[in-house]
């Protein structure tokens, strides 16, 4: 048993090098490949945060503006730049927003992987640590990819802190109707070790990996989407691995099934809430689909679901209409 608990922590921590040196690898002719404007100058300067949580420091940074504030997670591979096109529209309309890098992402602080464990349980902690210390009595948490999980668990546990809920392309419970990337798939599956380090030992066979699921993740996209996911999400992405975020990738998508079980544990509480939920949905998203928003929908008794023409970045790929619906759904 320990044998193979310390064979798993193995090739976490080697799948979060591999990972961390092919996409670095590849980061500067991904970067070169489409030119894409910045995002717009916010109408307020943000302000920089660094918050403890279990006494590790979280970066985020605060939007002033008029409450409830908008308070945004960011998903398994990437941190709060993937929302650097959204907010702008945000404080132009006047409200505080707030994003943060969970611990072991982005700029928040990076722990040993032999002295940490990354879990969902922490990243709810993450959320509870930011509002608590910027003082913020009730907000909209908005969670994408797997921060949707963890804005869904805050809600349920903290409903009076809660205006209302909105989840983006994420996945919550065990579901038919969602289903996982195949890089997550390989490396999160300790049945698929074998395949795993095949990928590891080779970076020509890891680019092609990563090659594989970039294409996957465009498959239904037009033109313009596309230059936008290879101009903006991939060097977002291959910047965080470079910045080290692969150790906690590698813990983080190696509990994805545990997570699962544990939100299915919870649906009788979920259905039981009174919350309001939007989901804003990227409806080219291959993996988490239509189908899968309106499955999380059907289990609170007050939500709603926005679909967007986008993948499933929608925050990048339509942020004019996503903060519309944002701000709508207030």
Known sequence: MHANLASRRDLLLATAGGLALALTDRAGATESDARIEPPMASAVPYVEHRISSGGHIIYAREYPGKDPAFVMMHGFPDNLHIYDYLVPYLTRAGRRVVVFDFLGFGQSEKLAAGDYRYTFKQQVGDLAAVVDALKIDKFVPVGHDSGGPCAANYALDNPDRVDWLCLMNCYYSDSPTWRLPEIIEVFGDPWLKQLAQAFLA???KMDWLITFQDNHFQVNMPEELRKRFVGIVRPIVNSNFAGGAGPAFA?????VRESVAYN????PDVRR????VTLIWGVMDPYLTSTTAAAIAANYSHSTVKPVEAGHWLMIDRPAEVAQLLLASG
Request: proline share 6%; charged share 20%.
């Open 202 to 204: 080779s970076p020509e």
């Open 251 to 255: 813990q983080m998508t190696g509990q």
């Open 264 to 267: 299915t544990s919870r649906l």
């Open 273 to 276: 809430s009174t919350s309001k």
